[in-house]
T-cell receptor
Framework: EPEVTQTPSHQVTQMGQEVILRCVPI?????FYWYRQILGQKVEFLVS????????KSEIFDDQFSVERPDGSNFTLKIRSTKLEDSAMYFC??????????????FGPGTRLTVL | TQLLEQSPQFLSIQEGENLTVYCNSS?????LQWYRQEPGEGPVLLVT?????EVKKLKRLTFQFGDARKDSSLHITAAQPGDTGLYLC?????????????FGKGTLLTVNP
């Protein structure tokens, strides 16, 4: 069964460094998402992406964050200058059509980002 | 701000017991998804409900979407230790916010042998 994959599974970085988290969504899906989950807290929406542009973003997704689909398979989240509070699990998800249209978002296994 | 309130937050039961987990909101959702999440892993989809009043069954799990599409429940019959985990509900809205899911905080279920 097709699944969303993410790399790396764990990333440790120093505060102020740039990190790129990578995702390979399910191949026939058109909508891509990033969510994060700080330890002990609920999963929070960061950004959605469709047709090579951002569709919606949350207030968490500030100028330090960017997303890109550099080729036909990868979807990346870049944090330009990491802060301690960026430490969290980051989940990539994909769906065929819009969540509001009743479609399902499938999640990857996550990347645990630790900022020291 | 859309909020999904899940209850109870923690639930510890004995093997063989039945249980119900609730997901409530003051907002109407176009669809609602239930996920199960293991520690350190991503949410794994259990079911998506779309129509008000809809009932879906997945083996011993029964999911219901409220008639007004503001609430949902998950009922587990004859719980087993393998059902232990964090159960999350997540709602999607139409219109301008139809690209994202809003998650509840989850119900952490422990089924003791």
């Amino acid at each position: 069964e097709p699944e969303v994959t993410q790399t790396p599974s764990h990333q440790v970085t120093q505060m102020g460094q740039e990190v790129i988290l990578r995702c390979v969504p399910i191949s026939n899906h058109l909508y891509f998402y990033w969510y994060r989950q700080i330890l002990g807290q609920k999963v929070e929406f960061l950004v959605s992406f469709y047709n090579n542009e951002i569709s919606e973003k949350s207030e968490i997704f500030d100028d330090q964050f960017s997303v890109e689909r550099p080729d036909g398979s990868n979807f990346t989240l870049k944090i330009r200058s990491t802060k301690l509070e960026d430490s969290a699990m980051y989940f990539c998800a994909s769906s065929r059509i819009l969540a509001g249209g009743g479609d399902t978002q499938y999640f990857g296994p996550g990347t645990r980002l630790t900022v020291l | 701000t859309q909020l999904l309130e899940q209850s109870p937050q923690f639930l510890s039961i004995q093997e063989g017991e039945n249980l119900t987990v609730y997901c409530n909101s003051s907002s109407v959702f176009s669809s609602l998804q239930w996920y199960r999440q293991e520690p350190g892993e991503g949410p794994v989809l259990l079911v998506t409900v779309v129509t008000g009043g809809e009932v879906k069954k997945l083996k011993r799990l029964t999911f219901q979407f409220g008639d007004a599409r503001k609430d949902s429940s998950l009922h587990i019959t004859a719980a087993q230790p393998g059902d232990t985990g964090l159960y999350l509900c997540a709602g999607a809205r139409g219109g301008g916010s139809n690209y994202k899911l809003t998650f509840g905080k989850g119900t952490l279920l422990t089924v003791n042998p």
